[in-house]
Structures are given as C-alpha cells and as structure tokens.
C-alpha cells in the first residue's frame, strides 16, 4: 500500500483492533470476517456514525451475497472475497480515495493536512496479511 501514500498498521484481534482504532484516524480498515476473539461486526459496532473510515471487509468464503448485504447495512465501505487479487484492492483504495475527495468538497485544505499521510489499518488472523504489496 506503499504506492499509495499510506502508512500501515496491522493487529490480530478485535481487542487489539479497538484500542488501536479507537486512537487513530486511520482511512482504510481491512478486516478479515472472523478473528482470534470475534469478527467484524463487533468493529463495526463499535464505531460513531459518521466515520471518516472506510471498512472493508475481507470474507473467507466467495459467497458473498447474504454476507455483503448484512456488512453494508453495518456500515462497511466494501466486502470482498480472499483470495482476491491486487487489482481488487487497488480499486477499492482508489474509490475510498476518490470518495474522500469528493467528501471533502470546496473545503480548503490548510498545508498541514495536504502533507499528512494516510493511514490504514490491517485487521487480521494471518502474519503475512500485512504484505499488502504483494502479487496474489
């Protein structure tokens, strides 16, 4: 996620998921559906509506179709299948960045904001989940 400007961060729990989140402004949440000690609608749950987050959230199962229904009306920003490809989540980062922009509308940026470098934050069971750069 280099390529992108965005610094990332990567937890393994719900718990830690909550603490680390609950501090930071990160942009993107990527979530894989089940984790060490719950699954992503306990993240979701968790945060205030509006957030300037975009929670995706990764299934390990290519049926999506109840299970993309169910995390959308949770508020999540996307739900993809794993394996995916690195197209599909470049897409995604780039809509998520595009979205934001629009978001941002008129307001003007003050320099210090333009310079910031955006976050993300990696929510999963597997060590290797944090090359994000790599080829799948």
């Known amino acids: 996620m280099t390529q992108w400007a965005l610094d990332t961060t990567c937890c393994s729990s719900v718990r830690e998921a909550r603490t680390l989140l609950s501090g930071n402004g990160f942009s993107l949440i ?6 060490l000690d719950g699954n992503y609608h306990e993240l979701l749950n968790s945060f205030t509506k509006p957030s300037k987050s975009r929670f995706i959230v990764m299934s390990s199962t290519p049926e999506l179709d109840d299970k993309y229904d169910e995390a959308m009306q949770l ?3 996307e739900m993809i299948a794993t394996p995916c490809r690195k197209s599909d989540i470049q897409w995604i980062v780039i809509r998520a ?3 934001e922009s629009r978001r941002g509308g008129s307001r003007r940026r003050s320099t210090t ?3 910031s470098v955006e976050t993300a934050a990696v929510v999963s069971n597997s060590p290797d989940r944090d090359n994000s750069d790599g080829n799948q």
Request: hydrophobic content about 40%; overall charge negative; charged content about 35%.
């Open 113 to 115: 904001e333009e310079a």
């Open 30 to 35: 990527f979530c894989e559906d089940q984790l």
């Open 97 to 99: 960045m595009q979205e």
């Open 75 to 77: 508020g999540a920003f």
